[in-house]
Structure formats: C-alpha cells, structure tokens
C-alpha cells in the first residue's frame, strides 16, 4: 500500500496530478469534492463542517489502507504542521507517507485560477485576493520532511531510498568527478541511509537519475558532499536546483552555516558553488588518515 500527500498552493496541478492516480486505481481523497457534495460552491465552508468532513475522510484513509489500496490525499498541506499529523496517521497503521510538491508562482497560480469556471470541485472560482494569500502564506515543504518528491520543471526531485544504492553507485562513477577519493560501496551508503534516510537527493528525468547531492547534518555540523550532475545534463541548472534543495533541508534542521567539499581542479564545480556564495576558507586544511585495521 501507498499514501501520497498532495501538496501544493491553489493553482498548482495537484487534482490533476491527483486524478492521473485515481484513474490508475488508486483511491482519492479530497476536500474539494466533498465540500461540494455538501453543496458548498465556493471556499467559504463553516468550520464545523470542516472538520466534520476531515473527520470523515482520516476514517476513510485508514480503513482503505487497511483494505490494501493505494491513497491519494488531495489537500493542499500547507503547514508543516498538518503534513506531519498525516504521516504520523499514516505511520500508525504501517505506512510511509510521501509527500508530493508542486511549486507554483503568483503569476502562474493567478492565471491558471482565473480560466476557472466553477463548474466542479476542481473548479472552484477564486478571487485574485484569495489566490495571492494562498500562494504567500504557503509553508513550503523541504527535504528535512520525508519522504518528499518534489516536481521541477523537467525534474523531479525526491530522497534516495536503499533501491538506488547500486544505480548511485554506477552514477557517481560516471559523475563524481574525484580519482584521489577511495573507491565507493554499497554498504556506508546503505548505513547512511539507515542512520538518516533523508540524507542523499536525487534528481530524476524521465525515471533516470541525473543528479545528486548528500546534504549530512549531525546535530552540529552541515557538511555538502557529492553535488554530482551526468555530464550530458551539465549547463541546465540541475546542479542549483539540487544544492538550493540541499540547503533549505539542512537550514531547516537548525544549520547556520555550509561546509561543502569541493575538488580545486573541478572548475565547472568551483564555479557553481561560487555562484551560490560559498568560498575556500584559507587557514584551514583538511587533513586524511585511511583506517587501517591490524
């Protein structure tokens, strides 16, 4: 069984996003369409009747899951808060929740609301007032959450799961641009990923990874490792879009400051982290030792 938490302010794509999964079986969840079943037509629904619905509909969300199907949660989540309720819901009756992001500006969210004719649940006409709230106010989700899949333009972005260990072995051969560094294996990725699942982030397209970074964070130390792009995706931004992915989580989780490691001779690499304001501090070295087992 699978729950997904569809996430996103007004306007981003998450019904639609949400339908392409109920027509693939699974089963839909959303306040939409049970508000205008109760004959509500516009976002001003008493509040009692709210929470009488997302009563009704956590009742539902476990009782299928329980029955074995696939749940699409079509909310908006818009607070970390209620993110977390839903998948400590979830973790309850033995399921990980994923949450699923839409971005989405001002300016798209206003002109994808305004083609709205009220014509459906997933239809609902709103004012210029209220979309702007909604975008603004939005609690944007971050990669301290997991596990987060996040849609990107032609990217999506999502947490490494121990499925990927072989394919980001074979990816950083090609990508991780450092001979001097020991040869990788399966089986520290594996203990990092059991120690902090949500530590590598991949982006993906079209199902194939593309790119990576590992965003550690020990409770005092943010450390960077492993901005990796496949060289025949370099020059398309994947690299930033994966570091800011990586700094927002690590920032989330209490860091102030990025510490990254980064090869002298990788100019590409230098340049790109340059570009997102980090710099070598001189009086420091970093000093090596192999550990050598008697």
């Known amino acids: ?28 969840l959303s306040f939409d369409v049970e508000t205008w079943r109760h004959g509500f037509r516009s976002p001003d629904v008493p509040q009692d009747v709210l929470v009488e619905i997302e009563q009704d509909l956590r009742e539902q969300l476990v009782e299928a899951v329980i029955e074995g199907e696939d749940v699409v949660v079509d909310f908006s989540f818009s607070t970390r808060a209620l993110r977390d309720a839903y998948r400590a819901l979830a973790a309850e009756i033995g399921v990980l929740a994923e949450t699923v992001f839409l971005p989405v500006d001002r300016g798209t969210a206003l002109a ?21 709230a909604h975008v603004d106010g939005f609690e944007v989700p971050t990669f301290a959450e997991h596990p987060l899949r996040v849609r ?15 394919i980001l072995l074979a990816f ?58 496949h060289p025949q995706q370099r020059g398309r931004g994947v690299g930033s879009r994966l570091l800011d992915q990586a700094e927002r989580r ?39 030792k192999p550990v050598v087992l008697h």
């Open 1 to 28: 069984m699978a729950v997904v938490l569809m996430c996103g302010a007004t306007g981003a794509g998450k019904s639609t996003y949400a339908r392409n999964l109920e027509a693939a079986g699974w089963l839909r």
């Open 172 to 229: 950083w051969a090609i990508s991780a641009e450092n001979a001097a560094r020991p040869a990788d294996e399966a089986r520290p990725v594996a203990q990092l990923l059991a120690r902090d699942p949500a530590a590598i982030i991949v982006a993906e397209q079209a199902g194939e990874i593309v790119g990576c970074v590992v965003a550690c964070w020990d409770g005092w130390r943010a450390n960077l490792y492993r901005l990796a792009v």
């Open 250 to 288: 690590l920032a989330a989780l209490g860091a102030t400051r990025m510490c990254a490691m980064v090869l002298d001779e990788n100019d590409p690499g230098v340049a790109l982290w340059r570009s997102a304001g980090y710099a070598p501090q001189g009086e420091w070295s970093r000093w090596v």
């Open 112 to 132: 994808r609301v305004r083609t709205r004719t009220g014509s459906g649940p997933d239809d609902l006409q709103l004012s210029d007032e209220q979309v702007v």
């Open 152 to 166: 990107d333009g032609d990217l999506e972005l999502r947490h490494a799961v121990v499925a990927d260990i072989e």
